[in-house]
């Protein structure tokens, strides 16, 4: 699995990622069940409310190598701010729309 992984813009400044990361890696949460390695092809926001620039920077990691594309946990479950982006489904609709059925979406991380 090639990931592209899309994170909320409000949450970059307290949060690394780390815990996607380390799901990834042990194939937890969202990852369960993934047949070989995870490699992460490029990580990237949102681009900040209410989430346009997503389909463009999803398509950028899809040209790169990226057959997954991961909505951040802090998008649609709204860790760690407790607060989920209102726009969340609206942004995994638009992604699946540009991309087509060839792109997996995977909408959280943990």
């Not at 780390?18 to 490029?42: N, P, Q, R």
């Not at 607060?83 to 991309?99: R, T």
């Amino acid at each position: 699995m090639k990931v592209g992984l899309i994170r909320c813009m409000q949450t970059e400044d307290m949060c690394p990622a780390t815990t996607d990361f380390k799901v990834m890696k042990e194939k937890k949460c969202a990852f369960e069940g993934v047949e070989g390695d995870i490699e992460v092809i490029g990580v990237n926001t949102c681009g900040g409310c209410p989430g346009k620039r997503a389909v463009t920077r999803a398509v950028e990691m899809v040209k790169r190598g990226a057959d997954t594309i991961v909505l951040a946990s802090c998008i649609t479950r709204g860790n760690p701010i407790g607060f989920a982006c209102p726009h969340s489904q609206a942004m995994k609709d638009a992604i699946s729309k540009k991309l087509g059925d060839c792109i997996r979406v995977i909408d959280y991380t943990h």
